[in-house]
């Protein structure tokens, strides 16, 4: 049973968008199995530039089954008119299914979200607003609405009125809001329900028989290490699970069934939000990787934080998630600014040096990051596709940073296109 689960081991935004579509080809299943619209993913075909938010990224492939398992928080609105897109671009959707047990993101969560983030005020942790948490909220509190029920008029009627009775009373007596109408929330998720029937079936069995059938099927995780709901830098992470383990329960699966865990990174460090960032620049440098990189937020477009590569958090994100092999990304935006940096420890203000992550959250706002510094090259990338024709400074600091993660590098991207890809190694063996 051949199944790889790639995921992100830094703070998101890694690129896992491109590795999942290059992987894909040798794919017969591609599942997202975590997460909502709050992440994105963006591939480049040519000249085409397409931004996932809910989509599997192997859509792109007409004759592989693209699954959005149960652990995802769907809102219908969004992957209606992402689909819309994607057809008037000529990208067939009838390869996708939709988990029947899925979760559905309504109305309510989207604008709790927002006035909640908002009422933290200094605090505020840097959600999406698009209505994740409360979603996930609802799940674990057992008041969530399923795609399931949008396929059946009177339960859905009923769910959403029973859960209006609590939201309208926070929305009116707390914020200050005008209550919600369930009739027309009804109707308006009733239409979204009858536009998906097609898509929606029993994702786990599905996915289980092909397992069985001995299919390739990758998972791919949205989010990041860095952002798991137990394993990040709480609580300034996401709300659902990103680690490797996320898709044994996010998708339906056993554990025995993985073969393999990709992690994907980049050959620096950017963070979204809020929330500690040891190795963040504030000088130049830090706004040319921005630039050079285009490091700016599939979904929110939100200025991402740059940094130097910090290897302290890769290693915890090889050992939390199982990580297997590496796929390193964006090594191309490096070209010219050396001397490069890599984080190797966190120093305590009592001159104590930390080289493993620290479980308190806390600390990271008191350390001080040590670095090792490497030489950089000047040398252009995108047209290199072995790994010896690399500068030598370009694999010596992919070495060094194999040997602190504790993980090989099996495929470097050194442009955005499918093809600027080096590969090291199978993955799927």
């Known amino acids: 049973m051949p199944a790889v689960v790639l995921i992100g081991a830094q703070w998101g935004d890694e690129g896992k968008g491109k590795i999942t579509d290059f992987l894909a080809e040798q794919s017969q299943v591609i599942v997202r199995y975590q997460g909502g619209n709050n992440a994105g993913h963006t591939i480049v075909l040519g000249t085409e530039v397409y931004k996932l938010h809910l989509t599997p990224s192997g859509i792109f492939y007409p004759e592989k089954l693209c699954v959005i398992a149960g652990g995802v928080v769907l809102d219908p609105a969004v992957l209606l008119a992402e689909l819309g897109d994607l057809a008037r671009r000529g990208v067939s959707t009838a390869n996708l299914r939709v988990s029947a047990s899925a979760h559905v993101i309504m ?12 009422a933290r005020g ?41 859960n209006l009775a609590e939201k309208n009373a926070l929305l009116t007596k707390v914020y200050g809001c005008p209550p919600l109408e369930p009739e027309a929330i009804s109707a308006e998720y009733l239409d979204h329900g009858a536009r998906l029937a097609p898509y929606v079936t029993d994702t786990a069995l599905l996915i289980n028989e092909r397992l069985a059938r001995g299919e ?14 137990d394993h990040g830098t709480y609580p300034f992470v996401t709300s659902s699970n990103p680690v490797a383990g996320g898709a044994c329960t996010g998708a339906g699966v056993g554990p025995m069934c993985v073969s393999a865990v990709i992690g994907v990174l980049k050959a620096y460090t950017t963070r979204v939000g809020e929330g500690p960032f040891p190795t963040e620049i504030f000088e ?10 285009g490091e700016y937020g599939t979904t929110t477009g939100r200025a991402r934080r740059c ?5 302290v958090a890769a290693r915890y994100a090889v050992r939390i998630s199982g ?10 935006v490096l070209t010219g600014i050396g001397p490069l940096k890599i984080c190797v420890g966190y120093r305590l203000p009592d001159g104590t040096t930390l080289t493993n992550f620290p479980s308190n959250t806390r600390l990271l706002s008191q350390i001080t990051p040590v670095y090792e510094e490497m030489s950089g090259w000047d040398e252009e990338l995108g047209g290199v596709r072995e790994f ?3 500068p030598s400074a370009a694999r010596a600091y992919i070495r060094r940073l194999e040997e602190l993660a504790g993980a090989p590098a099996a495929l470097i991207a050194v442009g955005p296109e499918r093809e600027q890809t080096i590969v090291r190694g199978g993955v799927f063996e």
């Open 307 to 311: 940094g130097w590569l910090d290897a």
């Open 107 to 118: 109305p309510y969560h989207r604008l709790l979200d927002e006035l909640e983030e908002k």
């Open 323 to 332: 990580i297997s092999r590496l796929a390193l990304m964006k090594l191309d």
């Open 122 to 162: 200094a605090g505020k942790i840097g959600t999406t607003g698009r209505g994740i948490g409360p979603a996930y909220r609802d799940k674990i509190s057992r008041s969530g609405i399923r795609v399931q029920d949008l396929l059946e008029a009177d339960a859905l009627a009923e769910k959403i009125r029973d």
């Open 388 to 390: 010896e024709r690399l």
């Open 284 to 293: 130049e440098k830090g706004d040319l990787l921005r630039r050079r990189g």
């Open 216 to 229: 390739r099927v990758l998972f791919e995780g949205a989010q990041g290490v860095m952002l798991d709901l």
